[in-house]
């Protein structure tokens, strides 16, 4: 027998608005005790998650789990990224749009026993105005969506929907200057997403054909659109169309500048934030390793 690999399960209690009651006891009757070593933390403020990640990584952990949502996968990825380290998923979350897309089962036992293949691949990742994000970044409509949602008190898809039809009735398209690998866009937009992987969560495809590990982000600027078309738009997004609308274009960038009129919230991975007028995204290809 070889040297067991020691794992850190990180779990945010409150994600997703599912409870974790129990899971350390759910996730050692599927987890290969021959394999692992494994220990369990809960994070318990905003920040602690990705400080729990660095100490891992400085302990020499062989794999850190987050179990939560596309914010606590965040913050993890973040504190593992560009070491040997590599970034387990339990999705736990509102949207897990990067599980989906790796194909990690939303059922928590089933991906805990996918823990036992020990099988990664190594992903790109993005960073705006400095912050790393894995899955998607985004400014406009999305992003005040996700400030909303998280000012808000229900969590889970019903308070998300929520969130969106409560925004999207007064919401107004802005405008940007966008530079994308040199080549200059102006564009007024809805909402703009840079994608590393191709879906928000819930299987809503905004960027169908972007891939991590293709070393580009791509960058979907949504243009205002009628609202009488919300029923079409939405038919694109779960169909994986999304890039057939003629409301939406898609320009794949390595280095991309945006250029906007006012500060806002950006959401980084879901999570909202206030950033400036001026955002600097690039990829950073193969940055971290991931089990899926």
């Known amino acids: 027998m070889g040297k067991k690999k020691r794992v850190l399960f990180v779990v945010n209690p409150i994600s997703g608005g599912k409870r974790k009651k129990g899971f350390e006891k759910r996730a050692l009757e599927a987890l290969d005790a021959g394999l692992y070593d494994a220990h369990f933390v809960f994070s318990e403020y905003p920040g602690h998650a990705n400080k729990l990640g660095k100490e891992a990584v400085q302990e020499g952990f062989d794999l850190v789990v987050a179990v939560g949502g596309d914010g606590t996968i965040n913050e993890i990825a973040s504190a593992l990224n560009g070491t040997e380290t590599a970034l387990g998923i339990i999705p736990e979350g509102s949207g897990n749009g990067l599980a989906l897309y790796l194909g990690i089962p939303l059922n928590e036992r089933a991906a805990v026993r996918r823990l036992n293949r020990f099988e990664t691949i190594t992903i790109d990742s993005g960073t705006i105005n400095g912050l790393a994000f894995f899955n998607m970044a985004g400014i406009g409509f999305d992003a005040s969506v996700s400030d909303r949602f998280a000012n808000d008190n229900i969590r889970g898809p019903i308070g998300y929907l929520k969130a969106v039809l409560t925004e999207i009735s007064t919401y107004k ?44 982000l791509d960058v979907c600027i949504i243009h205002k659109f009628p609202l009488y078309t919300i029923p079409m738009m939405l038919f694109h997004l779960f169909n994986k169309t999304a890039d057939q609308s003629e409301y939406v274009e898609i320009v794949p960038g390595k280095k991309i500048h945006i250029e906007r009129d006012t500060s806002d919230a950006v959401h980084v991975d879901g999570e909202p934030m206030e950033m400036g007028t001026m955002l600097d995204i690039t990829v950073n290809p193969d940055t971290l390793r991931i089990l899926c």
Do not use: C, H
Request: no cysteine; proline share 7%.
């Open 173 to 216: 398209p802005k405008r940007y200057v966008l530079d994308i690998d040199g080549k200059t866009f102006e564009r007024e937009a809805f909402m703009i997403s840079v994608a590393n992987s191709p879906q928000y969560g819930n299987n809503a495809y905004v960027a169908p054909q972007a891939s991590v590990t293709d070393g580009v």
